[in-house]
């Protein structure tokens, strides 16, 4: 005969599968970056700029003058003067479209899942727990196999979200 679960099993049930999902969510963040992080020096920014390679924004080209400029020991007061976008980023960039797909049919799959975790006994609720930390285990190998940075694993306790 089937054993009910009792209200804290279900309630560890849909945790364990909110802590997968996060994980698998966190692997896919990181399979869709576009571009990493960067960050460039002031004395790279000066160089880059004196030898023409950085054009400056008209409306500040005027701070360019002088030794004013090359004085400038702050990132901040250099990226008035240029755009940094193509030299200095603080996070990564994701393909948003592909991620967001990715990430959709992950929160699709776990709400699936506590919607079935619902109506099912203890035994079938445990199989469809570990087989959703399957499927994160696996995207978390592919990724380490075929990507730069390796995906947290969902069987390895608590993950961030």
């Known amino acids: 005969m089937a054993t009910k679960m009792t209200p ?8 364990r599968i909110n802590d997968i999902a996060r994980a698998m969510k966190a692997a896919i963040s990181k399979k869709f970056v576009a ?3 960067k960050a460039i020096t002031i004395g790279e920014l000066v160089k880059l700029i004196l030898n023409g390679t950085v054009k400056p924004k008209e409306k500040n080209a005027h701070k360019l003058l002088g030794s004013a400029y090359q004085n ?22 994701h393909d948003e479209a ?9 929160r699709t799959k776990a709400t699936q899942l506590k919607d ?3 109506l099912s006994d ?17 995207l978390a190998k592919k990724n380490r196999s075929g990507s730069r940075s ?3 694993s969902a069987g390895m306790g608590k993950v961030r979200g």
């Open 8 to 15: 804290t099993q279900r309630n560890y049930a849909v945790s």
């Open 150 to 152: 390796s995906a947290p």
């Open 72 to 93: 400038c020991d702050r990132l901040a007061e250099a990226f008035e003067i240029v755009d940094p976008s193509p030299y200095y980023r603080t996070s990564p960039v």
């Open 122 to 138: 203890a035994a079938a609720s445990l199989k469809m727990v570990e087989d959703f930390e399957s499927e994160a285990v696996a």
């Open 98 to 106: 592909r991620m967001s797909a990715a990430i959709d049919e992950v």
């Open 116 to 118: 079935k975790l619902m």
């Open 35 to 37: 571009a990493e992080a």
